[in-house]
């Protein structure tokens, strides 16, 4: 018993030993760490970025942390600044970067350094920097020695290390919540874009002697992914918002998905032109899935243009209003019409398919006349569009932008359309054909009624078919449109009231005199219209397409101008033989007064 006792004590006296030894060992190691190691690293942190950068960047933080037992570190306050004096030195000397950076962030934290690896092998492996709500301002000024250049060092960093490590690397570097800020200085006065809440993750850089000419990284990273789960801005003029839900991009396969993007009107239909000041188109957007594959990063970083192979954009909506009893825009709609907008975008932009589906698209407008909301729709749309660009003309080799759709007016008839617009034109070139088939004509009222005055009472649209040319001053082309058992009724505001009522013997001349029932007649000739639409210049593009077809559609069934004339006489005969049959008529009951009161 007093052996076992004996070697219980000399074991525990021996651990005790050792565990003297061990802190003695760490103690010493830290206190040696903490007054030598840590002012060497401090120092070779400062030196490494302006050495590495020929002097472009300064590194400053106001403290460094380092934990051995669980190889973590960080730094506090940390700022990185460019010298202005070194850069215009490097822009001489034709060697200066597009993007210089701004970086500001509270701390930096080095995850699971590998302490051990470094003093073996010379490999400082580092498995993940993390860095929390950094302040990041990019300022672009393209450079033309930069225009072919690829997204890699000019100077291999690996010079840098080489005498102090073999390799240098980091799985993971991840920014949270992130407030960048973009600042374009390629025109006399800079644009200043900014976004918060943005979360980019860089996987897998790495410097040793042979990544600076690694082809599959870019900036010596193997990927690149940035996050934004809500965001939401106001436009400048303050008339809407524009939210984005839920935006991921991956930089390795070029895929960007955003799940929901809005563009949030912030009055009502009524009120907006109001709060505008005239008669301004109110849009409202909404897109559930908005997909782009084949970003080309390198060439957005460097010159922040935009190319994508593919876009797609499916279950959405788009509404278009304009209340045209207000006050007429200060300035014509000229340079307005989507391409010639495009062209106007200050970033250059390049899809060379945009696919879409499931789209339902509205315009309406509130008629001074009628005092009614017109509107016309075109559901469940889709199709492509290819040559979305705004590249300059010398670099275009195709200058048209096609869109080839089918949808279904006022959700039934089927209608197939093709848009050609001209890139390079400037008084805004583009052609419109299309096919409409299987639609009744009262489902047109909704349309018709407010904006038009008529009502259908009856008629199929067989097949309508159509072929224009357009321009900012007007179309002109040619429309057959097939149709049986048309009837209508020519409506007018009743006086102090929103109602519209039926005129009756309008109604009964325009049936009778001037429409015809169908087309082909029953004589089988078929009618053919000759559109030549004049643009009022305050009007949009989509009033454009509506009134050229609308003018196309009236010449068909027989509202020609010329029998438009001519009912516009016999309503004026009727009106006066109206007017000489009521006084007649107070003649009369005047003279029949005068002889009951001498009989009186």
């Keep these: 018993m007093p052996d076992q006792i004996t070697k219980k004590f000399n074991s525990v006296k021996w651990m005790a030993l050792a565990a003297l030894v061990v802190f003695l060992v760490f103690g010493t190691g830290f206190i040696y760490f903490r007054l030598r190691i840590k002012p060497l690293i401090e120092q070779e942190l400062r030196e490494l970025v302006p050495r590495s950068t020929q002097g472009l960047y300064h590194l400053d933080f106001t403290g460094l942390s380092i934990n051995l037992l669980t190889a973590n570190a960080s730094l506090s306050n940390v700022k990185?600044?460019?010298?202005?004096?070194?850069?215009?030195?490097?822009?001489?000397?034709?060697?200066?970067?597009?993007?210089?950076?701004?970086?500001?962030?509270?701390k930096l934290s080095v995850l699971n350094f590998h302490l051990f690896r470094m003093f073996k092998d010379k490999r400082l492996n580092i498995d993940e920097?993390?860095?929390?709500?950094?302040?990041?301002?990019?300022?672009?000024?393209?450079?033309?020695?930069?225009?072919?250049?690829?997204?890699?060092?000019?100077?291999?960093?690996?010079?840098?290390?080489?005498?102090?490590?073999?390799?240098?690397?980091?799985?993971?570097?991840?920014?949270?919540?992130?407030?960048?800020?973009?600042?374009?200085?390629?025109?006399?006065?800079?644009?200043?874009?900014?976004?918060?809440?943005?979360?980019?993750?860089?996987?897998?850089?790495?410097?040793?002697?042979?990544?600076?000419?690694?082809?599959?990284?870019?900036?010596?990273?193997?990927?690149?992914?940035?996050?934004?789960?809500?965001?939401?801005?106001?436009?400048?003029?303050?008339?809407?918002?524009?939210?984005?839900?839920?935006?991921?991009?991956k930089a390795s396969t070029g895929l960007l998905h955003v799940d929901k993007f809005e563009l949030l009107p912030r009055y009502s239909e009524m009120e907006f032109g109001q709060k505008a000041g005239y008669a301004k188109d109110r849009y409202s957007i909404r897109m559930n899935d908005l997909q782009l594959t084949g970003i080309n990063l390198p060439l957005y970083i460097k010159k922040q243009e935009l190319f994508a192979r593919q876009m797609s954009i499916g279950d959405g909506t788009v509404s278009v209003f304009n209340n045209n009893e207000l006050e007429k825009p200060k300035e014509p709609k000229m340079g307005k019409y989507p391409h010639q907008l495009l062209q106007k975008v200050g970033s250059k932009i390049t899809i060379r398919k945009l696919d879409l589906y499931h789209l339902n698209i509205a315009y309406a407008e509130f008629d001074r006349n009628s005092k009614q909301k017109g509107k016309i729709t075109f559901e469940n749309t889709s199709g492509t569009i290819t040559n979305i660009t705004n590249a300059p003309a010398e670099k275009q080799k195709n200058k048209l932008m096609v869109a080839d759709l089918t949808t279904y007016m006022m959700g039934q008839g089927k209608l197939d359309t093709k848009f050609s617009f001209d890139l390079l034109a400037e008084d805004g070139a583009f052609t419109y054909s299309g096919l409409l088939h299987g639609l009744n004509g009262p489902a047109m009222n909704a349309v018709t009624k407010p904006l038009g005055m008529v009502h259908i009472k009856s008629g199929v649209v067989d097949e309508l078919s159509f072929d224009l040319k357009a321009n900012e001053y007007g179309a002109s082309g040619n429309m057959v449109f097939k149709y049986h058992d048309l009837a209508i009724a020519v409506l007018k505001r009743e006086a102090g009231t929103a109602w519209l009522i039926r005129q009756g013997f309008l109604s009964f001349l325009a049936n009778n005199l001037i429409i015809n029932p169908q087309n082909p007649s029953k004589e089988g000739i078929l009618s053919k219209a000759v559109i030549n639409y004049n643009r009022a210049s305050d009007r949009s593009f989509f009033n454009l397409i509506w009134k050229s077809l609308f003018q196309g559609i009236k010449y068909s069934v027989g509202v020609t101008p010329q029998k438009e004339g001519q009912i516009k006489a016999q309503v004026a005969r009727f009106e006066k033989m109206k007017t000489e049959r009521d006084k007649r008529r107070a003649n009369r009951q005047k003279r029949r007064a005068q002889r009951k009161q001498e009989h009186q």
């Design 80 to 106: 990185l600044t460019p010298d202005p004096a070194v850069l215009e030195k490097l822009r001489l000397l034709k060697k200066a970067p597009n993007n210089v950076y701004h970086i500001e962030l509270r």
């Design 129 to 249: 920097i993390e860095i929390n709500r950094p302040k990041i301002t990019m300022v672009n000024r393209q450079m033309d020695y930069n225009e072919n250049r690829a997204p890699r060092p000019l100077k291999s960093p690996y010079d840098y290390i080489s005498k102090v490590l073999k390799e240098l690397s980091v799985d993971t570097v991840n920014f949270r919540e992130a407030a960048f800020k973009y600042v374009d200085n390629n025109k006399e006065k800079p644009i200043v874009d900014s976004i918060a809440n943005l979360n980019v993750t860089l996987a897998d850089w790495l410097i040793d002697k042979d990544s600076a000419k690694d082809t599959t990284r870019m900036y010596l990273l193997k990927d690149i992914m940035l996050n934004l789960d809500d965001y939401s801005y106001a436009t400048p003029d303050s008339l809407y918002n524009i939210h984005l839900s839920e935006m991921n991009f």
